[in-house]
């Protein structure tokens, strides 16, 4: 059984449309992330959602919006797509929100923005 | 702000010899610190976590790391490379903010190991 899955796994997509990545886990966790791996595979956390309720929101455009319809969901839609999207996103949940519980990821969505 | 440092991009090593992988940590406390590997095209699996009890950490697959407060490290080592471990390495730390904690992540050392 996958513990945390995302769909699609590849996403190739022109610049101005709308796009939603689906992050789903079963591993009974309280706390999801969304990650963004650019180009040179440098890792950032973009949001966090604890109990369906948002905890964590970098610097990140308005056109990004996490929606947690549960716990064990945490979708990503992206509006206006710009070719500066184009990277992997990662999806991660924990078991509770704290520092000493480990992140467990999914397999990555690689988003191509032509 | 928490941060870490991973003092090479790229590590090449032969079959069966040592790793070792170099981290450097910034934190105002005592951290949580993690190391996630990455294969190509794949998704990130823990390998092993510090979160202040034994100061060496044994993970996955043979791997292990120290944490030393006095010198801000959590290297990671193996005492035989395998083939399999040919990878991307993260050095994390957990930095802990008002309402949750999020990971930051070093750069990442890529692993290659000869055969």
């Known amino acids: 059984d996958t513990a945390v899955s995302q769909t699609p796994k590849y996403l190739v997509t022109q610049m101005g449309n709308d796009k939603s990545i689906k992050c789903e886990q079963n591993?009974?966790?309280?706390?999801m992330y969304w990650y963004k791996q650019d180009s040179k595979k440098f890792l950032k956390i973009m949001f966090s959602?604890?109990?369906?309720?948002?905890?964590i929101n970098e610097t990140v455009p308005n056109r990004f919006s996490p929606k947690s319809p549960d716990k064990a969901h945490l979708n990503l839609h992206i509006n206006s797509l710009e070719l500066g999207d184009s990277a992997v996103y990662f999806c991660?949940?924990?078991?509770?929100?704290?520092?000493?519980?480990?992140?467990?990821f999914g397999p990555g969505t690689r988003l191509t923005v032509t | 702000a928490q941060s870490v440092t991973q003092l090479d991009s790229h590590v090449s090593v032969s079959e069966g010899t040592p790793v070792l992988l170099r981290c450097n940590y910034s934190?105002?406390?005592?951290?949580?610190l993690f190391w996630y590997v990455q294969h190509p095209n794949k998704g990130l699996q823990l390998l092993l976590k510090?979160?202040?009890?034994?100061?060496l950490v044994k993970g996955i697959n043979g791997f292990e790391a120290e944490f030393k407060k006095s010198e801000t490290s959590f290297h990671l080592t193996k005492p035989s490379a395998h083939m399999s471990d040919a990878a991307e390495y993260f050095c994390?730390?957990?930095?802990?903010?008002?309402?949750?904690?999020?990971?930051?992540f070093g750069a990442g050392t890529i692993l290659r190991v000869k055969s």
């Open positions: 510090y979160t202040s009890a034994a100061t």
């Open positions: 959602y604890n109990n369906k309720e948002l905890i």
């Open positions: 934190s105002s406390y005592s951290p949580s």
């Open positions: 991660a949940s924990s078991q509770l929100a704290g520092p000493t519980y480990e992140q467990y």
């Open positions: 591993l009974g966790h309280d706390t």
């Open positions: 994390v730390v957990s930095e802990d903010g008002e309402y949750g904690n999020k990971l930051v």
